[in-house]
């Protein structure tokens, strides 16, 4: 079974830059679908990014498009969100996630990670 780590989150102030890695151990993720999804608190969990199986198609929320980057490194079986011109909005608890079927919000088969606490300070 898939297990996903997720790690690099922390505090940091408007405008900065952070890098969330996710780490996949258990299965090679290379031919699957991934992608991150984000819980601020108070708000249901929302769909952040998600990456084609491979190294193939990236798509992402409107709220992050342009500021945020997903990538994959399928020799490491690892799933990147490089985040820049972060703001106090984007304070969330960051999840990974992998599935068999494109990551969607309504995806049901999806595999979650216990996720990594950003906090975006003004």
């Known amino acids: 079974q898939v297990q996903l780590t997720e790690s690099g989150g922390g505090v940091v102030q408007a405008g900065d830059s952070l890098t969330l890695s996710c780490e996949a151990s258990g299965r090679n993720l290379s031919t699957e679908p991934m992608g991150w999804f984000r819980q601020a608190p108070g708000k249901e969990r929302e769909f952040v990014a998600g990456?084609?199986?491979?190294?193939?198609?990236?798509y992402y929320t409107s709220a992050v498009k342009g500021r945020f980057t997903i990538s994959r490194d399928l020799a490491k079986n690892s799933l990147y969100l490089q985040m820049d011109h972060l703001r106090p909005e984007d304070t969330a608890v960051y999840y990974c996630v992998t599935s068999r079927r494109p990551i969607t919000p309504t995806n049901k088969q999806m595999t979650w990670g216990l996720g990594t606490q950003v906090t975006v300070s003004s």
């Open positions: 990456i084609a199986y491979g190294d193939g198609g990236r």
